[in-house]
């Protein structure tokens, strides 16, 4: 039973990896024309496009560019209407996929060029007020300002398709609608985020899935920027304490967030700190009190040479429901990481090698006790380090494969106060996946199969093995529409009699759209399944989010989110099910 389940865990990630990497394969677009007939006219006919003259200015030159985007400048107007492209067959379509012709072709989409009778190549002017509609993929016009002519006067307003020509075709979105997604690109800031130490929890592919109409300016400070952020905002939980027997409460919190990242051409720094304190009207044992500081730098030793590092310390609340949790505390204990990483990278010209070492410190404080004295959670208290190595081949800028491998130690500062036994142990991880890139604005992240295990040195407990699935891809579908699938694959600890620990299989899917520039909408689920060694306890969580985010200006946004949670287990008394409510108000520079 238990290898069925790694074979179908293994299953549904090669069917997974294959899917997205249809999804990646490059899509060839195919010229479509009208149907001709014995009355069709090869080539077309094609009017000559007027030169206008105006007052005290010299004769414009014939339009030979799109029109800016967002911009309403006049350009030149045919006599008649731009003919229909005739077929690629009897048009010569040349083959590319650029909607231009060859030969005695018609010309396309307006703005492409085309060639006369005589075989002159001639341009065709774009529609007045529009503009081509932009695809994923497709590289966005050169902004700038027009000259204005006299005489003419420039509403901004968008205009209507001229008869006879596919509406499809041409953008008819206010400059507003235009600007709000695509000036800047929504989702890239090389600015912001420029050390990322470990490639599986790289902060790009999210920042290309949460698109906003509006990118904080910030404040800048010297050869540094500012990015300020506070929520605040109240909620309702149903199920405050996560156990079968509901008790609800209401809570007001607030979540500062500040990043101070520097902008320099080589090297890099960034300061971030972020805070969660909430406070509950009835239970003040569940009030939030956690908060986060960290710090990465880069160094830029060389083009091909860059070594990365990162200092964080993390504090925040145990877990109700969670099976190393004591059952009699009458608070929640405090939780303190302090991690160390560093990371080496080497490019080799298409091959890039990553050398990345960590050291992890995490303490569980004392709790008291609803009989009165004091729990003491030091079995608990756990140390790890890790060292990895990856090697990673460039095909394209937005195509890469990897393969990485990483080994683990895990040392106890106590034997668990269940068993007596001292849970130190040592784990291997081998990976191999695609990456797409950090910096494609339609698809971007990586996803990895691979195989890990977890060995105690006390003979007593047995080994942790298991296919490993591990992913963090985000897809943009369009300028509208973002999916963001993630997946992590690892081996939990736990304090349980008799058990060396959890293979805990997490899997996830959110989108995100944006109804108008300034109303974006997300839903989201992910499935949690954690299966005991040992014993035969196993954890189900299936949780699902849908979310609201009212854009008021570039400062201010209001939100709402609804998270419903369902926790299934076979220890009889911990299921539940719970609900939580959350708006508020979120205010940055």
């Known amino acids: 039973m238990h290898v069925g389940r790694q074979l179908a865990w293994f299953g549904l990630g090669f069917c997974a990896v294959t899917l997205l990497g249809f999804m990646a394969a490059p899509r060839v677009a195919h010229a479509q024309g009208t149907p001709t007939s014995i009355t069709t006219i090869i080539p077309p006919p094609q009017g000559q496009a007027l030169t206008p003259r105006t007052r005290g200015l010299p004769p414009a030159a014939p339009a030979e560019t799109l029109p800016r985007r967002g911009q309403t400048a006049p350009v030149p107007i045919p006599d008649d209407p731009p003919a229909t492209p005739d077929t690629a067959a009897d048009a010569g379509d040349d083959g590319d996929t650029n909607g231009t012709r060859d030969g005695n072709g018609a010309p396309g989409a307006p703005g492409t060029a085309g060639t006369d009778a005589?075989?002159?190549?001639?341009?065709?002017?774009?529609?007045?007020?529009?503009?081509?509609?932009?695809?994923?993929?497709d590289l966005s016009a050169e902004q700038g300002p027009t000259q204005e002519i006299d005489g003419v006067i420039v509403t901004g307003e968008p205009r209507g398709p001229q008869d006879g020509v596919d509406a499809t075709i041409n953008d008819t979105r206010s400059p507003d609608d235009i600007a709000a997604f695509e000036a800047p690109p929504a989702g890239f800031d090389p600015q912001l985020f420029q050390v990322e130490v470990d490639p599986i929890l790289d902060r790009r592919p999210e920042r290309l899935f949460r698109f906003e109409p509006f990118d904080p300016r910030g404040i800048k400070l010297g050869a540094f920027v500012l990015l300020p952020e506070i929520e605040f905002g109240s909620g309702f939980y149903s199920n405050?304490?996560?156990?079968?027997?509901?008790?609800?409460?209401?809570?007001?919190?607030?979540?500062?967030?500040?990043?101070?990242?520097?902008?320099?051409?080589?090297?890099?720094?960034?300061?971030?700190g972020t805070g969660n304190f909430s406070r509950f009207i009835e239970f003040s044992t569940e009030n939030d009190r956690a908060y986060t500081i960290e710090s990465r730098g880069r160094l830029d030793l060389s083009r091909r040479t860059s070594l990365e590092a990162l200092v964080s310390r993390d504090v925040s609340q145990d877990i109700r429901s969670s099976i190393n949790a004591p059952l009699t505390a009458a608070n929640r204990a405090d939780i303190t990481t302090d991690r160390y990483a560093g990371t080496l990278n080497h490019r080799f010209n298409r091959l890039s090698?990553?050398?990345?070492?960590?050291?992890?410190?995490?303490?569980?404080?004392?709790?008291?006790?609803?009989?009165?004295?004091?729990?003491?959670?030091?079995?608990?208290?756990?140390?790890?380090?890790?060292?990895?190595?990856?090697?990673?081949?460039?095909?394209?800028?937005?195509?890469?494969?990897?393969?990485?491998?990483?080994f683990n130690q895990r040392s106890y500062r106590a034997a668990a106060f269940s068993d007596g036994i001292l849970r130190d142990s040592n784990g291997e991880r081998y990976r191999a996946g695609v990456s797409f890139g950090n910096s494609s604005q339609?698809?971007?992240?990586?996803?990895?199969?691979?195989?890990?295990?977890?060995?105690?040195?006390?003979?007593?407990?047995?080994?942790?093995?298991?296919?490993?699935?591990?992913?963090?891809?985000?897809?943009?579908?369009?300028?509208?529409?973002?999916?963001?699938?993630?997946?992590?694959?690892?081996?939990?600890?736990?304090?349980?009699?008799?058990?060396?620990?959890?293979?805990?299989?997490?899997?996830?899917?959110?989108?995100?759209?944006?109804?108008?520039?300034?109303?974006?909408?997300?839903?989201?689920?992910?499935?949690?399944?954690?299966?005991?060694?040992?014993?035969?306890?196993?954890?189900?969580?299936?949780?699902?989010?849908?979310?609201?985010?009212?854009?008021?200006?570039?400062?201010?946004?209001?939100?709402?989110?609804?998270?419903?949670?369902?926790?299934?287990?076979?220890?009889?008394?911990?299921?539940?099910?719970?609900?939580?409510?959350?708006?508020?108000?979120?205010?940055?520079?």
């Open 353 to 406: 090698v990553q050398l990345r070492g960590s050291y992890s410190d995490t303490t569980f404080g004392p709790t008291d006790a609803i009989a009165g004295g004091t729990i003491s959670n030091r079995d608990r208290d756990i140390r790890t380090t890790e060292e990895a190595v990856r090697a990673t081949w460039e095909f394209k800028p937005t195509l890469f494969t990897f393969v990485d491998t990483a």
């Open 442 to 589: 339609i698809l971007r992240g990586e996803i990895s199969l691979g195989y890990g295990r977890q060995r105690p040195e006390d003979g007593r407990l047995r080994e942790i093995s298991g296919v490993l699935f591990d992913a963090s891809l985000a897809y943009r579908h369009s300028a509208l529409t973002s999916f963001l699938f993630s997946a992590r694959t690892d081996v939990t600890e736990t304090t349980l009699a008799n058990s060396s620990g959890a293979f805990s299989r997490q899997i996830g899917l959110d989108i995100r759209h944006g109804f108008r520039r300034d109303l974006i909408g997300t839903a989201g689920t992910s499935y949690t399944l954690q299966e005991f060694t040992g014993s035969r306890l196993s954890e189900i969580e299936l949780r699902t989010t849908a979310g609201l985010e009212y854009f008021l200006n570039r400062e201010v946004v209001l939100f709402g989110r609804y998270q419903n949670t369902i926790f299934d287990t076979n220890d009889r008394g911990r299921s539940y099910t719970g609900d939580e409510v959350r708006v508020g108000v979120r205010v940055r520079r």
């Open 118 to 137: 005589a075989g002159t190549p001639v341009a065709t002017p774009p529609i007045v007020g529009q503009r081509p509609a932009l695809s994923d993929g």
């Open 240 to 272: 405050l304490f996560r156990s079968s027997r509901a008790r609800s409460d209401f809570v007001f919190d607030v979540r500062p967030t500040a990043r101070l990242v520097s902008n320099w051409r080589t090297h890099a720094l960034e300061f971030r």
